[in-house]
């Protein structure tokens, strides 16, 4: 029994795992180092489902992937006019809620803010998002997971958002017992 416990250890340890995903798995101290196993982080600050899904198109070779799936909200840009020269996230989509913090201090974001008020149509962003979700679906040997709103995310199998919700804090969005937590049930998906 211990000897199965041990060998499984090791090769998780030797296992090649990628993780993609949005601000709830780029830092590398919370539960992305507590899985037990060596990980290849492509997750960045801000970005898109659209832009997790060309990272995963780009990086197939692993044994295992996590993708940590963002807000279907979150609306693809090329250049975020505020984000752009921050080197936390150079890749920064939109979110209505950064947008409007940022429409006062800087005139493309009221640009920006004003055109989503009068023409983003939430249709159109969610059918998007599916068939992104779809797509990613396909990608063998995948956990998925998110934090977002299980109202907008309820496709996606595994919702961590009351993790987030119960253990707010500094580290992907959480305090470290939140991390803690989750790296516990992404383990027993691995």
């Not at 807000?71 to 989509?93: E, L």
């Not at 992104?132 to 998925?144: A, G």
Request: aromatic share 14%; charged share 25%.
């Amino acid at each position: 029994m211990a000897h199965n416990r041990r060998k499984n250890s090791e090769e998780r340890l030797i296992m090649k795992i990628f993780l993609f995903g949005d601000s709830f798995s780029t830092n590398n101290f919370g539960w992305p180092s507590m899985l037990g196993v060596k990980i290849q982080n492509f997750s960045e600050n801000g970005i898109g489902e659209y832009k997790i899904f060309q990272k995963v198109m780009k990086n197939q070779k692993y044994d295992k992937s996590i993708i940590c799936h963002t807000s279907p909200w979150r609306v693809h840009t090329p250049v975020h006019p505020v984000h752009k020269d921050n080197t936390d996230r150079p890749n920064n989509d939109f979110m209505f809620s950064d947008i409007e913090y940022h429409k006062h201090k800087h005139k493309e974001m009221e640009l920006v803010y004003n055109y989503l008020k009068k023409y983003f149509d939430p249709n159109y962003q969610i059918d998007i998002y599916r068939l992104l979700l779809e797509k990613l679906f396909l990608s063998k040997n995948t956990i998925h997971l998110t934090f977002h709103d299980p109202n907008d995310t309820k496709i996606i199998q595994n919702n961590f958002n009351h993790f987030w919700k119960k253990y707010p804090g500094d580290i992907n969005h959480m305090s470290m017992e939140g991390n803690r937590l989750v790296a516990e049930k992404i383990k027993k998906l691995i």
